[in-house]
Nanobody
Framework: QVQLVESGGGLVQPGGSLRLSCVAS????????MAWYRQSPGQERELVAS???????IYRDSVKGRFTISRDNAKNAVYLEMNDLKPEDTAAYLC??????WGQGTQVTVSS
């Protein structure tokens, strides 16, 4: 079955950086649209960034210029480099594969 395993979350001060990783198994990774979503308590899940098989990327407006999504098909991995983090970026970050497969999530907390 498909498994997506995230890592890299944690507590960081405003202005800091984190790099999230997601390793996938059970899918043809090179063909897959991969994405990062986030969800805060009481809030709807929202798309943060996505990357397609042709390396085309899409970002939500609030993270443009601060976050970078990338993928390594040889490692079946997708990454989210997050810079200049803000308290409003605090959320559980979830890896998504092919729109229907989800990881368990990794918590990112931005606080001083």
């Amino acid at each position: 079955q498909v498994q997506l395993v995230e890592s890299g979350g944690g507590l960081v001060q405003p202005g800091g950086s984190l790099r999230l990783s997601c390793v996938a198994s059970g899918i043809i990774f090179g063909n897959a649209r991969m994405a990062w979503y986030r969800q805060s308590p009481g809030q709807e899940r929202e798309l943060v960034a996505s990357i397609f098989r042709d390396m085309h990327t899409i970002y939500r407006d609030s993270v443009k210029g601060r976050f970078t999504i990338s993928r390594d098909n040889a490692k079946n991995a997708v990454y989210l480099e997050m810079n200049d983090l803000k308290p409003e970026d605090t959320a559980a970050y979830l890896c998504n594969g092919e729109y229907i497969h989800w990881g368990q999530g990794t918590q990112v907390t931005v606080s001083s």
